[in-house]
């Protein structure tokens, strides 16, 4: 792209993840004239798919699992469908035990209900009592406020108390998803499937033990009718079609862009000043993807932010533990013992291995806040190309192992290589307790990749934070970062914004209709808007407290 860097632009992006390809393809759309600008060569941020162990076998090295992408405004707004194709699978959720049974959640609330009955017919009309209402509100309320900007959580609490499903949610959102999972259910094996639906991405316990869930993570764990989808081919194709989408729509791109700092000039964002000494000018507006620090201490200053502001940002949380990551090309996919008692497990898209008891569970989240290896090996984990054969050679197959780990583990005298190929062996081991098969004959290769890396190739992800911010209770839904700055004609369109981190496409989605109605700009889409969906729900829709 000659001379993409020696002219100005209506506005610029900076960071060309999902977030910044949402934005920027909805404002070229709008007829603007958009720079989108990365550090790397590549462009997709953590929609990442390499062929790291060998030819042919595709590994998402970072975001796998997307939630109910396929219905998300920005998803059909842009006409995704037409460049990306996702799947979604019949069975979501697999729990493996060892004594060689399994339970498994669908997408089909009869069959769930019956493999959770063979556990506890008890936790069964339970799991059916609050999937009838999780359905309403996920369909009212969850999925409304996810892709529209905060309301102030007075107004918020007022418009949901005026029906049975709204103060129904506000109930359980006022209480620890941990605690609500252990007192709804008795069976050890269903809690813990759904504290790992409950977890983001079913890696971890922190925001299940936060004092409160403004965003109705517990509720999510109850609705079957959304849930995870796998994009076919790898999740670098999302990436590739929201950036063949971007171009389409005029905007343009510049990979290999070192940024000294974003312009200031009487208190207004005025373009980017490259480390070379060239100057980007933006006549409208800049907006930042990257994380908070990264924007306002490095590529702005501290000295250019109000008191307020600062303290604000000091404040500001990440998530206390990293990933580490196993990638696994095979021979054959891995042949769960507990198939027999139920061979839907073999076909699901997450399986959650190692902890057999609530007990275990804790011991390893012990572990990892007290910056230790965890002794118990306990993992999230899937089996991809059986779901999508195009993930690795025909007739070959590929398998990962997410295992959350402290960014620097306490390794003794240890060297960190030689512990990432111990801990691989460990895990491979622990496997082989569910699938017989996952033996070193049945590898073809495997690649370790882990938050030191990460944090490496991403700078965003601070102290190996694959989310850019804490999903806890003060920075969530109308506690989040915000989209607006304190500098005229700045704005966050990142991570740190509602809603959050992952793939989710939200808060690009809605920094666009922001931007764009402070431009004057009339959207050729409809933003959706929370304070019209909160007062549609229905009045009388039938609830429970929780």
């Not at 009309?125 to 309320?141: L, P």
Request: hydrophobic residues 40%; proline residues 5%.
């Amino acid at each position: 792209m000659p001379g993409a860097l020696e002219r100005s632009y209506d506005g610029i992006i900076v960071g060309a993840g999902h977030h910044g390809l949402v934005l920027g393809s909805y404002l070229a759309k709008s007829g603007l004239d958009i720079l989108l600008v990365d550090r790397r060569l590549k462009y997709g941020g953590g929609l990442s798919t390499e062929e790291v162990t060998a030819p042919g076998f595709y590994h998402n090295l970072h975001s796998i699992n997307h939630f109910h992408i396929s219905e998300t405004p920005w998803f059909k707004d842009l006409n995704l469908g037409d460049r990306v194709t996702y799947i979604t699978p019949r069975y979501e959720l697999g729990q493996p035990h060892l004594d060689g049974s399994a339970l498994v959640f669908g997408r089909d609330l009869e069959e769930t209900l019956a493999n959770v009955a063979r556990f506890s017919k008890r936790d069964a009309a339970t799991f059916r009592d609050w999937n009838r209402r999780a359905e309403e509100i996920t369909r009212s309320i969850f999925l409304p406020e996810r892709y529209s900007e905060p309301l102030p959580q007075a107004e918020r609490e007022a418009l949901l108390s005026q029906s049975a499903i709204g103060r129904d949610f506000l109930a359980i959102t006022r209480r620890q998803p941990f605690e609500v999972v252990k007192e709804l259910f008795e069976n050890e094996h269903v809690q813990l499937l759904f504290l790992f639906k409950v977890s983001l991405f079913g890696t971890w316990l922190v925001d299940t033990m936060s004092g409160t869930s403004p965003m109705g993570s517990v509720i999510r764990a109850f609705d079957l009718e959304s849930g995870y989808q796998l994009c076919q081919g790898g999740s670098f194709n999302l990436a590739r079609g929201l950036m063949e989408t971007f171009i389409a729509a005029g905007g343009r791109y510049q990979p290999q862009v070192n940024i000294d700092n974003i312009l200031i000039e009487g208190g207004k964002a005025s373009g980017i000043v490259l480390r070379d000494g060239r100057t980007v000018r933006a006549k409208q507006f800049v907006a930042s993807t990257l994380d908070v620090h990264q924007t306002f201490e490095t590529l702005i200053g501290r000295e250019q932010m109000p008191t307020a502001f600062l303290k604000k940002l000091d404040g500001f949380q990440y998530t206390k533990w990293s990933l580490y990551g196993l990638h696994l090309a095979m021979h054959e996919p891995a042949r769960l013992t507990s198939e027999a008692f139920d061979p839907n497990i073999g076909r699901t898209l997450k399986w959650s291995l190692g902890a057999e008891s609530m007990e275990d569970l804790m011991a390893a989240h012990k572990d990892v806040v007290a910056g230790k290896v965890p002794s118990l090996v306990q993992f999230g984990c899937g089996p991809l190309s059986v779901i999508d054969p195009t993930q690795a050679p025909s007739g070959k197959h590929t398998q990962y192992a997410w295992h959350v780990m402290p960014l620097d583990p306490d390794l003794g005298e240890q060297d960190y290589e030689d512990f990432k190929e111990e801990f691989a062996e460990k895990i491979i081991e622990v496997f082989a307790r569910y699938a017989p098969n996952m033996t070193r004959k049945n590898i073809i290769g495997q690649h370790v990749y882990t938050g030191r890396e990460y944090v490496a190739e991403f700078p965003q992800m601070r102290g190996g934070d694959i989310f850019m911010g804490a999903f806890n209770a003060e920075q969530v839904m109308y506690n989040h970062f915000g989209y607006r700055t304190p500098i005229e004609r700045l704005y966050m369109a990142g991570s740190a914004a509602h809603p959050g981190g992952a793939i989710s496409g939200g808060s690009g989605y809605i920094s666009a209709g922001i931007i764009a109605r402070e431009l004057g700009l009339k959207p050729w889409w409809k933003p959706w808007d929370a304070r019209e969906a909160l007062s549609k729900v229905p009045v009388s829709a039938a609830a429970k407290s929780a």
